[in-house]
């Protein structure tokens, strides 16, 4: 999979699936069940370390996850995330890291927020830098968003997301992932702006879709420390393990799901 041949996918109506990969193995397999892309989120701080949320992550760990799953992989298309602080500071030093990332097996980094990452998106991308901006819920601004909450609910929060979709699309990133956002609005941004969405908990009519391995196996219950009983799932997961009863069956009827569009449902959209 390359960045054009998924533009040339988009362009005949289908849509890709993507999902969190963290090792070589996984990367084979979910190769062989025909996911488009993996990313190795750093939601690998929470769903492998047992932290609170993904403020923790290093580059070494992407480092270490992006060569492990590069390793496993001979045709899925790589994403990697840029941790907390490795892109916020200035634009070299987010170039080197994304250099680092790309040096390790990523075809492409995703970045998080609007705003001033707006400009470092550009300097990526006019560096030979594919770049994925990450918007709506973006979880390593937890704090400052206050919680695991959706985006974009208020007419002026949803034009604020619009208005950097535009602009992360005019600064030349290759894809928006948008997570916990109301569908309605997923779809406008989708229609709207020239490069392919991802949609986590943001309805059916983005160009793809994205979901948590640990999540879509139905095993990630919180945080480490954190009684499982006091976990509850986001809407927008849902549990194909336990529809199909195997690994393999599991992320293949995923990809099945989001081909013909049967998933997300309107019970996982907001
Ligand atoms: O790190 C991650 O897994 C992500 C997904 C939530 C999209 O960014």
Same mark, same amino acid.
């Given at each position: 999979m390359t960045l054009p041949k998924l533009n040339y996918l988009i362009e005949r109506g289908e849509k890709f699936a993507m999902l969190t990969c963290y090792d070589a193995t996984y990367a084979k397999l979910m190769e062989a069940e025909g996911v488009d892309i993996l990313l190795v989120g750093d939601s690998l701080g929470m769903v492998l370390q047992g932290a609170n949320d993904t403020?923790? @992550? %290093?580059?070494?760990d992407m480092l270490y996850h992006t060569k492990a799953v590069a390793t496993g992989t001979k045709q899925a298309l790589i994403m990697a995330d840029m941790p907390c602080g490795s892109y916020e500071h200035n634009v070299e030093i987010a170039l080197k890291n994304a250099q680092a990332l790309l040096q390790s097996g990523a075809h492409i980094v995703k970045i998080e927020g609007g705003g001033a990452m707006v400009e470092t998106a550009r300097y990526l991308v006019s560096h030979g830098v594919p770049v994925c901006a990450h918007l709506g819920f973006t979880p390593q601004s937890v704090t400052q968003l206050g919680g695991y909450k959706i985006q974009g609910k208020t007419e002026a929060a949803a034009n604020q997301i619009m208005l950097d979709a535009k602009a992360m699309s005019d600064a030349g990133v290759s894809m928006v992932l948008l997570e916990m956002v109301p569908a309605h609005l997923a779809s406008k #941004? %989708?229609?709207?702006?020239? @490069?392919? %969405? #991802?949609? #986590?908990?943001?309805g059916l009519d983005c160009s793809g879709q994205v979901l948590v391995l640990q999540d879509l196996l139905g095993i990630y219950t919180g945080p480490a420390q954190k009684s499982p009983d006091a976990f509850k799932a986001p809407r927008f997961v849902r549990n194909f393990l336990a529809e199909t009863g195997s690994v393999q069956s599991a992320v293949r009827a995923y990809v099945q799901a989001v081909k013909s569009q049967t998933f997300p449902a309107q019970q996982h959209s907001y």
């Open positions: 403020l923790g @992550v %290093t580059m070494q #941004i %989708t229609q709207t702006i020239s @490069v392919p %969405t #991802i949609g #986590i908990g943001a």
